[in-house]
């Protein structure tokens, strides 16, 4: 049944909701991979191989010539103006076989597709779609249950006005995906609903079932979720390994699942408490501590520095730092003493400062977002739920919070 279902991967949005970063979110590097990697390797893993992406400028060369056994055609979406057009814009190459749509950056547990695959062995339903339940508010779309029967969805109904508490989560099989394209065409909103509008009208015309989903998810929306992601990482995909053209003294201390990648150095005094990914060619400086993390390709993590479930990108730069629950996205420089706050004197949840307003992250510990190029100069101190534009940079012993926009 796996090998009679296409997959649509819509891959081409724009990403609005991803600044301050300016790396398009496919394309961020996890473990030495761009995202979208992941989701096709894990594809590929399961026994899917009719795959169909939506593209945009950023991922289209990469996706266009990557290399698997999967069958991957690709389409660019031109707009890049939502899930409606993605699908749409899909549909030129998209076969009359069963159809399953997820998002590319998506994290799912591989069970997901294995319990589809029972499901739709079972079920006479026209489409199946896959919800989580959330005991807090996710600015997504949620199912209308009467009895138990799915009768609509509701995107982004505000804390306190959900329909229920299962989440709809972007991975829908159809069985005759010709049959939704063409309510999808038909369908109008003036909101950014499209997709979810014409998804109610085709519960209400046919036969739709849900699949309860009980194992770990995350979606990439707004840049703080990469520190869940993170951590779902190196809960579920990291392996032990240690390059053998990694130099590490003998007076390290590693302990737990740690990836060590090619020409990394570990340098005197320095603990590493797994699980924790390293990436190639990064040094780790003497005396530092790290802790929950990854840490890609071409970092410095200088004398003393710890960092504790966090995010750092590639060519980061740290200089005794304390770096706390927080995303660097990529060629990162906090000079020395230079320290990310993570816990607010009250203990409350940690809120975000976006560009387009604050965002409640539902954590208490938080540090900060960081785009790419950012330069702080020495003994800065970066409070909980600051984001800092790509380039932007700091005097020495400054307090920096809220929203800092790029240079």
């Given amino acids: 049944m796996i090998n009679q279902t296409t997959v649509l991967i819509l ?8 600044a301050p970063l300016v790396t398009d979110k496919t394309m961020l590097q996890v473990m030495g991979k761009p995202l979208i990697q992941h989701t096709l390797e894990a594809l590929e893993r399961v026994g899917f191989s009719d795959i169909v992406i939506t593209t945009n400028q950023h991922n289209h060369d990469f996706l266009t010539n990557f290399s698997s056994n999967l069958h991957i055609q690709t389409i660019s979406q031109k ?17 009359h076989q069963p159809l399953l749509i997820i998002n590319a950056t998506d994290f799912f547990a591989d069970k997901i597709f294995i319990n ?45 006005k959900r329909p229920s508490d299962l989440v709809n989560l972007v991975f829908h099989w159809f069985k005759k995906p010709s049959d939704f394209i063409e309510t999808l065409t038909s369908t109008q909103s003036t909101g ?18 849900y ?72 040094i780790i400086g003497n005396h530092t501590l790290i802790r929950n993390s990854i840490i890609e390709s071409d ?18 730069k740290l200089h005794h730092n304390f770096i706390g629950d927080s995303v660097l996205e990529k060629d990162v420089n906090p000079s020395y003493g230079t320290c990310f706050a993570n816990l607010r004197l009250d203990n409350q949840p940690i809120s975000i ?19 790419s190029q950012v330069f702080l100069g020495v003994n800065c101190s970066v409070m909980p739920g600051t984001t800092i534009g790509c380039q932007a940079q700091a005097y020495p012993g400054q307090i920096i919070k809220g929203y800092i926009s790029s240079k």
């Fill in 11 to 18: 891959a081409g949005g724009a990403c609005h909701r991803f």
């Fill in 79 to 95: 707009k890049s103006s939502g899930m409606a057009d993605a699908v749409l814009t899909a549909r030129k190459i998209i076969k």
């Fill in 116 to 160: 589809l695959m029972k499901q739709i062995k079972l079920t006479k339903a026209e489409a199946i779609l896959t919800a989580k339940e959330q005991t807090e508010y996710f600015d997504g779309g949620y199912l209308q249950i009467e009895g138990d029967h799915l009768i609509g969805i509701i995107e982004k109904p505000g804390p306190g």
């Fill in 192 to 209: 950014d609903d499209v997709y979810e509008q014409a998804l109610s009208a085709f519960i209400k015309q046919n036969i739709v079932s």
């Fill in 211 to 282: 699949l309860p989903y009980e194992g770990d998810w995350q979606a990439v929306k707004y840049p703080h979720m990469i520190h869940q992601l993170t951590q779902l990482f190196l809960n579920s995909k990291l392996q032990t390994e240690t390059s053998s053209s990694a130099r590490i003294h003998p007076t390290a201390t590693i302990e737990g699942p740690v990836f060590i990648d090619k020409h990394v150095v570990i340098e005197a005094g320095a603990v590493i408490k797994g699980p924790v990914y390293i990436g190639e060619n990064t």
């Fill in 299 to 316: 970092c410095i993590v200088g004398f003393g520095s710890e960092i504790a479930r966090s995010y750092i990108g590639p060519g980061c």
């Fill in 353 to 371: 400062s976006y560009p387009q307003g604050k965002v409640q992250t539902n954590l208490n510990k938080f540090g900060a977002v960081v785009a």
